[in-house]
């Protein structure tokens, strides 16, 4: 079984912050935030404008993107924590 988006959202899987700071030092699980970048695993075809048109979408299959903390709504599917989020909720693609 597949996902696919619909419209104007993507389907995005967090990438793995570090295990230790700059220095050195390991951080624990507690004290880790969820990480705000992510790898595109799926986009949708873009969102559809009332005259039956698609605006293309910028940010495509593939692509590392950032993107607020709180934003999409976390997913779990074959045992992989995914986000699905709308395209408004990128902040950058990461180049």
Same mark, same amino acid.
């Given at each position: 079984m597949k996902l696919r988006p619909l419209n104007d959202r993507l389907i995005v899987k967090r990438l793995q912050e570090e295990e230790r700071s700059a220095g050195g030092i390991i951080i624990p699980d507690s004290a880790k935030e969820k990480p705000i970048q992510g790898k595109v /695993?799926?986009? $949708?075809?873009?969102?559809?404008?009332?005259?039956?048109?698609?605006?293309?979408?910028? /940010?495509?299959? $593939?692509?590392?993107?950032?993107?607020g903390k709180y934003a999409g709504n976390d997913v779990k599917f074959n045992d992989e924590e995914l986000l699905i989020m709308r395209e408004d909720d990128i902040l950058a693609i990461v180049e």
């Open positions: /695993v799926a986009a $949708g075809k873009g969102k559809m404008k009332e005259d039956g048109s698609r605006v293309e979408m910028d /940010v495509k299959e $593939g692509d590392t993107v950032l993107f």
